[in-house]
């Protein structure tokens, strides 16, 4: 079975430069999180989705930040402009009834 | 403060040896608990569940003590392939967000 897919695994980009991470989530799943894992913070949510639906964009920075789920098999995560401090991993996870949640293996991102 | 707090190690202990990681949280309304592993530059997988009772899974085994508001996981007879960093994480009910503790690393030495 095919598990959470994450593109690009890793990107590198100049500040300014806008980036779109994308995922796919375990088909069936209807819970969609996006997390950003950094060494000072650790793991983050920036944004969830149920059944498409944004339900909790608050750990966002929404001046830079958007998130998008078009359909149910889809995401995307944009920076616009991107900062050096944006410079992370960020993890697509999902979910389907319960709590447990499964992660891709995440999209390194350094803004130079 | 942080919704859940872990000692971030690094524990080194030598194989064979029993480690212990705490991990205390502050919303006393968390109903779910987990503890999840990171391997080095790898995504975060589910380990195991921690119920109220306890539960065990082999050499691990995870306790939740709700008055004091803190989780244990216990790795007896430690493998090298246990290093790994370990994170504690607590949620409400159901499918609302989960929180991640920054993790315990821990390294098993030969």
């Known amino acids: 079975d095919a598990g959470v897919i994450q593109s690009p695994r890793h990107e590198v980009t100049e500040m300014g430069q806008e980036v779109t991470l994308r995922c796919k989530p375990i088909s069936g799943h209807d819970y969609l999180f996006w997390y950003r894992q950094t060494m000072m913070q650790g793991l983050e949510l920036l944004v969830y989705f149920n059944n498409k639906a944004v339900m909790d964009d608050s750990g966002m920075p929404k001046d830079r930040f958007s998130a998008k789920m078009p359909n149910a098999s889809f995401s995307t995560l944009k920076i616009q402009p991107s900062e050096p401090r944006d410079s992370a991993v960020y993890f697509c996870?999902?979910?389907?009834?319960?709590?447990?949640?499964?992660f891709g293996p995440g999209t390194r991102l350094t803004v130079t | 403060r942080k919704e859940v707090e872990q000692d971030p190690g690094p524990f080194n202990v030598p194989e064979g040896a029993t480690v212990a990681f705490n991990c205390t949280y502050s919303?006393?309304?968390?109903?779910?608990f987990f503890w999840y592993r990171q391997d080095c530059r790898k995504e975060p997988k589910l380990l195991m569940s921690v119920y109220s009772s306890g539960n065990e899974d082999g050499r691990f085994t995870a306790q939740l003590n709700r008055a004091s508001q803190y989780i244990s996981l216990l790795i007896r007879d430690s493998k090298l392939s246990d290093s790994a960093t370990y994170l504690c994480v607590g949620g409400l009910t159901g499918n609302t967000p989960l929180v991640f503790g920054k993790g315990t690393r821990l390294s098993v030495i030969a």
């Open positions: 996870a999902s979910s389907l009834a319960g709590p447990e949640q499964y």
């Open positions: 919303n006393s309304a968390s109903q779910s």
